[in-house]
């Protein structure tokens, strides 16, 4: 059980567009799902967290109007990459919590966005 | 100083060897310490935590957590090449709102050789 799955896996675009990155909990209700990302020999960095039907809250420094963070169901949230620039890629990696504690975040495998 | 620190490596043993990895932390208020294990292009599975100071054993890991040096260990006995991977640790100061916040270490990459 606990299982959250990230599409795509590897996406390429090119400075300038926007790219959507899907993150979905497959077998629970995700009441909270956080996006990180993790730069080459990196740890991962916490961006956003964002609770089901609220707006998400960004860490300091994230851009938010650059990050986009839609949370629209229990089981899905979405980060769009906006105006992408060969500066944001990365490794891309989010997490759902349905409950309990803090250790009992689950998470996705990841996309990695590369911006030619 | 960052909230947790942890050697990057890489740490390189032979098979069966055991392993220590360690993280310290700055924040007084992480209740949770998590380890995680990453293979290389992976996200993080989560491989034992520990609630406050204490340790804990499953099969070959151990963890430890020593709240009043703010410092957490990893033991990994009879080390096996299938171990190779980045190991994070992770923090957290519980339950409510931004304490299910994970703050990760650097994480350390481990080969272990046949």
């Known amino acids: 059980g606990a299982v959250v799955s990230q599409h795509p896996s590897w996406v390429i675009c090119k400075s300038g567009t926007s790219v959507k990155i899907e993150c979905r909990s497959l077998?629970?209700?995700?009441?909270?799902m956080f996006w990180y990302r993790q730069f080459p020999k990196q740890s991962l960095m916490l961006m956003a967290t964002s609770n089901e039907g609220s707006k998400a809250t960004y860490e300091q420094g994230v851009e938010k109007d650059k990050f986009l963070i839609n949370h629209a169901s229990l089981t899905l949230s979405t980060l769009t990459v906006t105006s992408a620039h060969p500066e944001d890629s990365s490794f891309y990696i989010c997490s759902a919590r349905g409950g309990g504690a803090a250790y009992e975040q689950y998470f996705g495998p990841g996309t990695r966005l590369t911006v030619t | 100083q960052k909230e947790v620190e942890q050697d990057p490596g890489p740490l390189s043993v032979p098979e069966g060897a055991i392993v220590s990895l360690n993280c310290t932390y700055s924040?007084?208020?992480?209740?949770?310490f998590m380890w995680y294990r990453q293979y290389s292009r992976k996200g993080p599975e989560l491989l034992m935590y520990t609630y406050s100071s204490g340790n804990k054993e499953d099969g070959r890991f151990t963890a430890q957590v020593d709240k009043s040096s703010k410092y957490i260990s990893l033991f990994i006995r009879d080390s096996q090449p299938s171990d190779s991977a980045t190991y994070l640790c992770?923090?957290?100061?519980?339950?409510?709102?931004?304490?299910?916040?994970?703050?990760f270490g650097k994480g350390t990459l481990l080969t272990v050789n046949p």
């Open positions: 992770a923090m957290s100061g519980g339950s409510g709102g931004s304490n299910y916040k994970l703050t």
């Open positions: 924040n007084s208020a992480f209740q949770y």
């Open positions: 077998d629970f209700q995700a009441t909270t």
